[in-house]
């Protein structure tokens, strides 16, 4: 069959107008002087009320990927707490243990997600006898809220939420990817000089009117942000050997974070906290091969590094500086009871007897918490205390501080 020559090729779709959020940023950027710093941006983009990735009424994680198209239900990622019920069990072992040794009966949780966690430390802490007065939730996420309750009427009695901390707090805190959540600052070394990288408008984009100037020259283009440097006195926390391009990302939120928490549990009776994260100690995070830094997106179980592009339908994260949060810890007056790597803490808090009397699914989830290649080398776990501390039981074997 010939080609029809008299057929014309479809006009050139316009690109969408800009979203809600997009032009909410957009206005930010505006107001800002035409750039706006990279951990402004991302945080508007995931906590912006009504309008960012964690602020929407949507689903954003809690299933694993399946069916035909792989998409994961409408998910983006899965975290521990809903791959196995066994992580929160033996997360409740160190918990209760830090209970006794701090004098306390409260949990605190930042960032609960479904609710997974919370139940199953619940039940877990049930189990072993351990007496709890209260969990209180922390969560800015309306619509998260609503998730948690449901999950957690069985525990209505001892369940309560807010959504900012004491001025005095006690108790054991708990917060599993809660950190790489938080908006980071991005540097980036070009031609031997450090920059700070932020966000501006695209060419295409005319900002005094938040529409689109021109159509862009390809679809992909529709954007109306992208990335500015402007050079920056700030540094990574090691000398980066090499003068060749390198991007990575500063902590000054996870670091802040640290700092209040201990000065909240420092004015109170005392407590204890521990985070679960992927991330590294500073000289694995810095190493001069990392040279494209950890700033990722997740959306429907994939990853990409493009966090400029469908604001506000995807997470963006980075990974954790570990040193960093010890030494803010430290500075700030806790003790740090332990670092280690997820694996080894779940193993010392005793999930491999939960295993072997568990059903095989379970088995098999579970040890995607502890394989190497999976969940169990990546992600860390780190305690801190205040006063001086004890032996913590999820530390028993594998304490790598000597790597901080």
Not at 222 to 238: G, I, Q, S, V, Y
Not at 286 to 293: F, N, T, V
Not at 352 to 358: D, L, Q, T, V, Y
């Amino acid at each position: 069959m010939q080609p029809d020559a008299t057929r014309q090729a479809p006009p050139a779709r316009a690109p969408s107008p800009p979203s809600p959020l997009e032009t909410h940023i957009a206005q930010a950027v505006q107001a800002a002087g035409g750039w706006l710093p990279f951990d402004r941006f991302m945080h508007l983009a995931l906590y912006a009320p009504g309008l960012g990735y964690y602020a929407r009424d949507a689903r954003q994680f809690g299933l694993l990927p399946g069916g035909p198209s792989n998409s994961g239900g409408g998910s983006d990622f899965v975290t521990a707490p809903e791959l196995s019920p066994l992580f929160g069990e033996a997360l409740a072992v160190q918990v209760a243990e830090a209970l006794r040794h701090t004098g306390s009966d409260e949990v605190w949780e930042f960032g609960a997600g479904s609710g997974a966690l919370a139940a199953q430390v619940l039940d877990g802490l049930a189990r072993l006898g351990q007496p709890l007065a209260r969990y209180t939730i922390v969560d800015v996420s309306g619509a998260l809220r609503a998730r948690q309750q449901a999950r957690l009427a069985a525990h209505a009695g001892v369940v309560r939420w807010v959504d900012a901390l004491p001025d005095a707090m006690a108790g054991v805190v708990i917060g599993n990817e809660v950190l790489d959540a938080m908006p980071v600052k991005l540097l980036a070394r070009t031609g031997g000089v450090w920059h700070e990288r932020g966000v501006a408008f695209s060419e295409p984009f005319e900002p005094s009117a938040l529409a689109w100037r021109a159509q862009p020259a390809i679809e992909s283009e529709a954007n109306p942000f992208t990335w500015a440097d402007r050079p920056t006195d700030l540094r990574p926390p090691l000398e980066v050997p090499g003068t060749h391009d390198y991007v990575t990302e500063l902590h000054p939120q996870q670091r802040a974070f640290i700092a209040t928490l201990a000065e909240r549990l420092r004015a109170g009776p005392g407590g204890a906290a521990f985070f679960i994260d992927y991330g590294f100690p500073e000289a694995e995070y810095w190493h001069p091969q990392r040279s494209m830094g950890t700033l990722a997106c997740h959306r429907a179980h994939r990853m990409d590094d493009a966090p400029l592009q469908d604001v506000g339908e995807k997470d963006i994260t980075a990974h954790v500086d570990f040193t960093g949060i010890a030494l803010a810890a430290q500075d700030a007056g806790l003790t740090v009871l332990g670092y280690t790597s997820q694996a080894r803490f779940l193993l010392n808090c005793g999930i491999a007897a939960r295993m072997e009397a568990a059903d095989l699914p379970t088995r098999a989830n579970a040890m995607k918490l502890l394989a190497e290649h999976e969940m169990g080398e990546l992600f860390k776990v780190i305690g801190l205390a205040t006063g001086e501390g004890w032996a913590a039981c999820g530390f028993a074997q594998g304490d790598r501080c000597h790597a901080l």
